[in-house]
């Protein structure tokens, strides 16, 4: 019989972090462990308010698991079907398909990236994302982070000021940025005003500008945009590619959306199917959720797992970040 454990993971943020829907100046994860005595395996959850993903949901749902059995598991199948009897949020989906195929492939002396069918990862280029501040505090914000060793910048923004943003941070870097709209705009025209007042040369997409619930307005704009689009929060576990494939050029997959590892790879094949490009992302997360996406980055076009580089301190230290590049520990 196999021990499981949960514990709350307080993260302190280097600075606010503030994004198109809410800020915050702390973090509240859950560190997922199950171990036989001998090998142990971790997983990492990062619940998203945007989700319905709250720490006292997922406490609950983790309860009923462990009262359904999941002491008891015995394989990645029997795992499965129980995730499946009692779905759980997402991101304790993750955290915990995550710890049992990390206990399962230490437990059998087998890399995790070949469990899943992947290249070995190596290192990895990350871009960084500046949240949400006033125009004016931006290009200190770049120099006092040294933020020109990324070869890409994300800029958060929202409809309001996301242009001035945007043009600040050109200003103070000659690194081609992303822009994250966290579904700000509401309507198309709006939107098409801000993407014509882009330079094409220096986007190189935005990210979900509107909300995933404008699929009509996303397939208007999507032929005439100068930029392209990709999706982040029309994405979770489940996704429609017929009706995506209208509306955006890309997908960002992450693993706490996807709800695991299996299903993310899952994402990541219709993404190629679909001729889509395909971006890793992730949420604040510590290094271990870093490490775990990691295990797939070889596999996609642009990734964003800087989400433990904004905490103050990481727990875990399994990634290590220099020059703007990822290296595992």
Known sequence: MLTWRIEVLHLKLKYTWKIARNASD???????QVTDGTFSGFGEAAPNIRYGETPELLLQQYQVLLMAGLANINSMEALIQLLQEHL???SLRFAIESAYLHYFCQHKSIAVHHMLGQKAPGE???CYSLPIMEPGLVQEFIRANNLNRFNSLKVKVNHQEGLDMVQEVLKATPRKVVID????WKGPDELMNFLNALDPS?????EQPMPASHAAAYAHIKGISPIPLVADESVTDIADFQLLQTQFHGIN??????GGYLNAVRLLQETRKHGMMAMLGCMVETSLGIWSAMQLSSAFDFVDLDGFLILEEDPFKLVREQDGILYLK
């Open 124 to 126: 990895q280029a990350t």
């Open 181 to 184: 709209g966290n579904e700000s």
């Open 253 to 258: 997959i992450k693993l706490m959306k996807a």
């Open 88 to 90: 759980p949020v997402n």
């Open 202 to 206: 220096q986007v190189l997409f935005v």
């Open 26 to 32: 702390e973090k509240l994860n859950f560190l997922v």
